[in-house]
């Protein structure tokens, strides 16, 4: 498969990445910001930048789900299978 390739301006790129969403903005800055760090060490500012841009912008649900199996069990009134599992008794 051969690449296409194109001649584009700067200006043109800005009004590209201007009709992409927040999250795909998001995206091409932490590319960016990863592709120059394996050039040269990143600054505080750009770690923070990178830092933002792989933040999940999505809300947190509000409850826990049923179907994780600490919480089926505690609803069902039995012991879960996973106590004790990770973290002695005391």
């Known amino acids: 498969m051969a ?5 584009i301006n700067y200006d043109q790129v800005i009004e ?4 992409l969403t927040d999250e795909q903005q998001k995206q091409i800055i932490a590319h960016l910001l990863t592709h120059h760090a394996k050039q040269r060490p990143l600054t505080v500012d750009e770690k923070i930048q990178l830092l933002d841009a792989a933040k999940i912008t999505r809300p947190v ?3 826990a789900s049923i179907r ?4 089926k069990c505690r ?3 039995k012991q879960s299978p996973l106590k004790g599992l990770f973290f ?3």
């Open 3 to 7: 690449a296409l390739q194109m001649v």
């Open 16 to 19: 590209l990445v201007d009709q």
């Open 61 to 63: 649900n509000e409850s």
């Open 68 to 71: 994780r199996p600490a919480l």
């Open 75 to 77: 609803a069902e009134g």
């Open 88 to 90: 002695s008794e005391s």
